[in-house]
Structures are given as structure tokens and as C-alpha cells.
């Protein structure tokens, strides 16, 4: 019986391991539907009084979202989406990126949870209810 004993290098974390060069369809997990509508959100925003307002979604996956605010929201921070699944329902996400635009900005986020009971949390049924209105 031989053992194998890996070479210094092997394994080694490299400087392309975290090439950010890929544009954002190469480093997507799930493919974007397209869908221009108006939805309603929640920013969390602790130094200012919160309050729902209306974007505009460009496109949508059962775990994302783009939107365009006029407002920034800073990537890392959290905002509700308001859905009607079963019921009208809270949905999480989280901002991936927001990109400053001529007027607004776009706005990539990423779907954590959902307010209310977890067993309705299919993120197909998300999907369905954002290509819906």
C-alpha cells in the first residue's frame, strides 16, 4: 500500500480563483426572465422612516431580481418585495450590486426568505407570482 502525498501547489487558492471579470450572465446561477412591471418594496433603511414604494422590475428568476430605483440601496442591505402567493406575502432579498444609471439605479438582488410561515417559501411559486402581478 503506497500513499499519496499531494504536491505543494495542489489545491492552492490562486489569484483567478476570484477573477471578477466574468460578466454578469457568466456568473449567474439561474437564468433571467425578462419582465418589465410595476412591484412594490420595502427598503430597510434604520436611518430613515420606512416606507413601501413602487420600481420597476426588469427581470426576474425563481431566486433573483433586477430592479430600478431612484433611490440607491447599497449592496449587502435587505429589502421585502411584496408578492400575492397564497396570500399577499413579504419576500426577502438581499442587494447584490447596485449600479448607478443616468436616472436611478439598477438595482441585483438575490431572494433570502420570506416573512411569514417558511412552508411557503417555493421559490417557483415566487417566480410565478412575480411573472404574474
Request: net charge positive; proline share 5%.
Amino acid at each position: 500500500m503506497t500513499t499519496r502525498v499531494p504536491a505543494l501547489d495542489e489545491g492552492v487558492i490562486t489569484a483567478s480563483d476570484f477573477n471578477t471579470s466574468k460578466s454578469a450572465a457568466e456568473r449567474r446561477t439561474e437564468d433571467r426572465i425578462d419582465c418589465t412591471k410595476q412591484i412594490v418594496i420595502l427598503p430597510f433603511k434604520p436611518s430613515v422612516t420606512w416606507a413601501f414604494k413602487r420600481v420597476e422590475m426588469f427581470d426576474c428568476s425563481e431566486h433573483g431580481l433586477g430592479i430600478l430605483t431612484d433611490e440607491p440601496i447599497a449592496a449587502g442591505d435587505l429589502f421585502l418585495a411584496k408578492l400575492r402567493l397564497q396570500k399577499i406575502t413579504l419576500v426577502a432579498y438581499q442587494v447584490r450590486h447596485c449600479i448607478p444609471l443616468k436616472r436611478g439605479f439598477k438595482i441585483g438582488a438575490w431572494m433570502t426568505g420570506l416573512v411569514g410561515r417558511p412552508d411557503l417559501c417555493d421559490p417557483a411559486e415566487v417566480l410565478k407570482a412575480l411573472l404574474q402581478g
